[in-house]
């Protein structure tokens, strides 16, 4: 997680661990600043279901299609969603988003590799969510340190891409573990690309075995009809 992977470098984290007993150490710091944010996180939850929305986070390996997977979905909403996009530098995911008539706040993180409640919080400052009813997290591009930190959101989606390879479930399990809902991106690759979709399958399988899976293109446009309507059928609380 965060205390291990460099993020002290933003100086919100502990720094690297160099030794097994710093690592001792360190394992009930960890603890403190993930039942921290989940209080915080928690928090949030229940302010955003007070005001009618519902938060919906994004998680992905960089280049995994998220941004290109809401272009392509929230059209298809029907209005009522507002995006926090996470990323280590630049505005350009938050433009891609705005130019479509929708709000959108983006928070850098430096060198910090993942969104927390906390930064979340701060983004609503610069977002209007009067007739908002959902409101997407995309996180920083990483599937390892978002995964234990909760943003407030009450479901989340996995994209994973074909471009990634067949073993990506096996080999990062905690970030299945961590949502409701895995999205096979990049679909219309899979031929040219080589990717076996039932070795993918059954990979995740072994980590989730009842963790739902839709294949999407956001190019093409193949499963977003169905990714829709999982959208609109969770609602606020």
Not at 18 to 43: D, F, H, K, M, Q
Not at 49 to 59: C, D, H, N, T
Not at 82 to 101: F, K, P
Not at 140 to 153: H, K, Q
């Amino acid at each position: 997680m965060c205390g291990t992977c460099g993020c002290a470098e933003g100086g919100r984290g502990p720094g690297p661990v160099r030794s097994a007993e710093e690592l001792r150490r360190r394992i009930p710091v960890e603890r403190e600043i993930l039942a921290a944010n989940a209080g915080r996180a928690e928090a949030l939850r229940e302010r955003l279901a007070r005001e009618g929305v519902e938060g919906i986070g994004l998680l992905g390996a960089p280049g995994s299609g998220k941004t290109a997977l809401l272009e392509a979905v929230l059209p298809r909403l029907g209005g009522g969603d507002a995006v926090v996009e996470g990323d280590c530098a630049t505005e350009r995911d938050a433009h891609r988003i705005r130019v479509l008539g929708i709000p959108a706040a983006q928070v850098e993180t430096g060198s910090l590799c993942h969104l927390d409640a906390e930064l979340v919080e701060r983004a609503l400052a610069g977002l209007d969510l009067g007739g908002c009813r959902r409101l997407w997290v995309e996180n920083v591009g990483n599937l390892v340190c978002p995964a234990p930190f909760d943003c407030g959101e009450r479901r989340r989606i996995l994209v994973l891409s074909t471009a990634e390879g067949e073993e990506k479930p096996e080999k990062y399990p905690a970030a299945v573990a961590a949502c409701d809902l895995v999205v096979l991106s990049k679909v219309d690759l899979e031929e040219v690309l080589g990717f076996d979709r039932e070795r993918f399958e059954a990979s995740l399988r072994r980590v989730r075995p009842d963790v739902p899976l839709l294949p999407v293109s956001a190019r093409s446009g193949a499963g977003l009809s169905e990714l829709r309507r999982w959208v609109l059928a969770g609602g606020a609380g």
